[in-house]
C-alpha cells in the first residue's frame, strides 16, 4: 500500500495558534511533535518511507521539509491552490495514474490523534484486501463514544452480520444536538473518520461517472496545470465520490481516535486540572472552573471565569464560550479580507 497524509487544511477552529502561515498540522497539539510528524510516524512503523507522500499546497513545502527531513522531494503532491478535498483527492489520483501506479492508497488526514497504532494498521489490512477490487472504496468508521457535533456520519445498511465490514448506505453531515443523540443510540451508525482506502483508478472511475469536467480538465492539463486547478470547484470528497458511489464498505474501528479539530478536542487527549481546566503557559488563575487557557508569549490571569477558552498569541487573542466554539472558524473567514490586508501592510 501507498500512504498519502493530507495536510493541506487551515485548522481555523484553533485560531490564534494555527494561522496561515503555519496551520495546526504543523503544531506540536497533542504530544512534543507536529500532527503531521505524528502521523508520519504512525505510518512509517508499517510501511517503507519510499511509500509515503504528503499531499498540501505549495505555500507548505518548507515546513513540510523542515518537519519530515527524510521525505524524498518527489514526495510531495503540490497543490497549485486549496480548493478542498474533492479536487485534493483528484489531483492525488492523477499523480499515480501518470506514474503508472495503480496500488491501494490510504488517504488519511494529517491532524488526527489515534495512540494505538497496531489496531488502525490492522484495520488497513483488512481495508486493502476490499479495496483491491475494482471499483470498491472502503471507509473506516469510528465507533461513537458520545453524541458529537462536530463530525459527519457514516450509517451501513440495517441488518448485515458477520464478517468486517458493511456496506455503507448514508454520509450524513454534521448533525445538531438532538440528532446526534439519536445517531448515538443506532448500532448501524459510525463517525467518518475521513480516512478512505482504494485505488487510484478507483477514484478516477467514480470521477468520471460524477464529476466528469472537473476530472477531465485535471488529468488532461500539462504546462496549465495551475490555472486549471485554481480554477477546480471548491467540493469536499464527500460530496463529490462518497455520497455517491455505488461500492462503499466502513470497517467498524473502537481504538481510541479524535479529530484534533478544535481547542476543546485537547480535553480528551490531555488530564484537567482539579477544577476541570487545562492550562497551558504563563497562566495564573483564581476561581476558574472548567476553561481552557493557553499563552504563547505573555502571562495571562483569569479571574472568576467558567467554561471559557482563553487563547493569547502573537497572532490575536480569543475569548469564546465553549459552546460557542464552532463558530470561530465563520468568524475567521468573515474576517479574512482584513487579515490579509493587516499582513500586506
Given at each position: 500500500m501507498k500512504v498519502v497524509?493530507?495536510?493541506?487544511?487551515?485548522?481555523?477552529?484553533?485560531?490564534?495558534?494555527?494561522?496561515?502561515?503555519?496551520?495546526k498540522q504543523f503544531l506540536a497539539l497533542t504530544s512534543h511533535e507536529s500532527m503531521l510528524q505524528q502521523t508520519y510516524q504512525r505510518f512509517l512503523k508499517y510501511v517503507d518511507a519510499r511509500d509515503i507522500y504528503v499531499v498540501a499546497g505549495s505555500s507548505y513545502l518548507e515546513l513540510i521539509y523542515e518537519q519530515l527531513p527524510c521525505l524524498e522531494k518527489d514526495h510531495v503532491i503540490v497543490e497549485p491552490d486549496q480548493r478542498d478535498t474533492g479536487p485534493c483527492i483528484a489531483l492525488t489520483a492523477r499523480f499515480f495514474l501518470k506514474e503508472g501506479l495503480d496500488e491501494v492508497l490510504i488517504t488519511a488526514p494529517s491532524d488526527q490523534y489515534i495512540p494505538e497504532d497496531d489496531a488502525l494498521w490492522e484495520a488497513l489490512l483488512k481495508a486493502?484486501?476490499?479495496?483491491?477490487?475494482?471499483?470498491?472504496?472502503?471507509?473506516?468508521?469510528?465507533?461513537?463514544?458520545?453524541?458529537?457535533?462536530g463530525y459527519g456520519y457514516i450509517r451501513t445498511f440495517p441488518g448485515q452480520t458477520g464478517?468486517?465490514?458493511?456496506r455503507v448506505d448514508t454520509f450524513m453531515e454534521k448533525p445538531n444536538e438532538q440528532k446526534a443523540k439519536e445517531l448515538f443510540q443506532q448500532s448501524d451508525t459510525y463517525w467518518n473518520s475521513g480516512i478512505c482506502i482504494w485505488k487510484p483508478s478507483t477514484i478516477a472511475h467514480y470521477l468520471r461517472l460524477y464529476q466528469s469536467d472537473l476530472w477531465e480538465q485535471l488529468y488532461g492539463a500539462e504546462d496549465n496545470l495551475e490555472e486549471v486547478y485554481a480554477s477546480m470547484p471548491r467540493i469536499s470528497v464527500d460530496y463529490a465520490i462518497l455520497e455517491k458511489a455505488h461500492t462503499i464498505y466502513t470497517i467498524p474501528v473502537d481504538f481510541i481516535w479524535d479529530d484534533i479539530g478544535s481547542w476543546t478536542s485537547l480535553e480528551r487527549v490531555f488530564s484537567t486540572d482539579?477544577?476541570?481546566?487545562?492550562?497551558?503557559?504563563?497562566v495564573y488563575g483564581q476561581n476558574v472552573n472548567d476553561s481552557i487557557i493557553y499563552t504563547d508569549?505573555?502571562?495571562?490571569?483569569?479571574?472568576?471565569?467558567?467554561?471559557?477558552?482563553?487563547?493569547?498569541?502573537?497572532?490575536?487573542?480569543l475569548v469564546c464560550r465553549k459552546s460557542e466554539e464552532q463558530k470561530i472558524k465563520n468568524v475567521i473567514k468573515s474576517m479574512e479580507p482584513t487579515l490579509v490586508k493587516e499582513k500586506d501592510q
Amino acid at each position: 500500500m501507498k500512504v498519502v497524509i493530507m495536510a493541506g487544511g487551515k485548522g481555523l477552529r484553533f485560531w490564534p495558534r494555527s494561522v496561515d502561515s503555519k496551520p495546526k498540522q504543523f503544531l506540536a497539539l497533542t504530544s512534543h511533535e507536529s500532527m503531521l510528524q505524528q502521523t508520519y510516524q504512525r505510518f512509517l512503523k508499517y510501511v517503507d518511507a519510499r511509500d509515503i507522500y504528503v499531499v498540501a499546497g505549495s505555500s507548505y513545502l518548507e515546513l513540510i521539509y523542515e518537519q519530515l527531513p527524510c521525505l524524498e522531494k518527489d514526495h510531495v503532491i503540490v497543490e497549485p491552490d486549496q480548493r478542498d478535498t474533492g479536487p485534493c483527492i483528484a489531483l492525488t489520483a492523477r499523480f499515480f495514474l501518470k506514474e503508472g501506479l495503480d496500488e491501494v492508497l490510504i488517504t488519511a488526514p494529517s491532524d488526527q490523534y489515534i495512540p494505538e497504532d497496531d489496531a488502525l494498521w490492522e484495520a488497513l489490512l483488512k481495508a486493502e484486501r476490499l479495496a483491491s477490487e475494482n471499483e470498491t472504496i472502503v471507509t473506516l468508521g469510528i465507533v461513537p463514544t458520545r453524541p458529537e457535533t462536530g463530525y459527519g456520519y457514516i450509517r451501513t445498511f440495517p441488518g448485515q452480520t458477520g464478517g468486517y465490514a458493511f456496506r455503507v448506505d448514508t454520509f450524513m453531515e454534521k448533525p445538531n444536538e438532538q440528532k446526534a443523540k439519536e445517531l448515538f443510540q443506532q448500532s448501524d451508525t459510525y463517525w467518518n473518520s475521513g480516512i478512505c482506502i482504494w485505488k487510484p483508478s478507483t477514484i478516477a472511475h467514480y470521477l468520471r461517472l460524477y464529476q466528469s469536467d472537473l476530472w477531465e480538465q485535471l488529468y488532461g492539463a500539462e504546462d496549465n496545470l495551475e490555472e486549471v486547478y485554481a480554477s477546480m470547484p471548491r467540493i469536499s470528497v464527500d460530496y463529490a465520490i462518497l455520497e455517491k458511489a455505488h461500492t462503499i464498505y466502513t470497517i467498524p474501528v473502537d481504538f481510541i481516535w479524535d479529530d484534533i479539530g478544535s481547542w476543546t478536542s485537547l480535553e480528551r487527549v490531555f488530564s484537567t486540572d482539579d477544577n476541570g481546566n487545562l492550562l497551558f503557559g504563563d497562566v495564573y488563575g483564581q476561581n476558574v472552573n472548567d476553561s481552557i487557557i493557553y499563552t504563547d508569549h505573555q502571562t495571562v490571569i483569569a479571574i472568576g471565569i467558567e467554561d471559557l477558552i482563553v487563547v493569547s498569541t502573537k497572532d490575536g487573542l480569543l475569548v469564546c464560550r465553549k459552546s460557542e466554539e464552532q463558530k470561530i472558524k465563520n468568524v475567521i473567514k468573515s474576517m479574512e479580507p482584513t487579515l490579509v490586508k493587516e499582513k500586506d501592510q
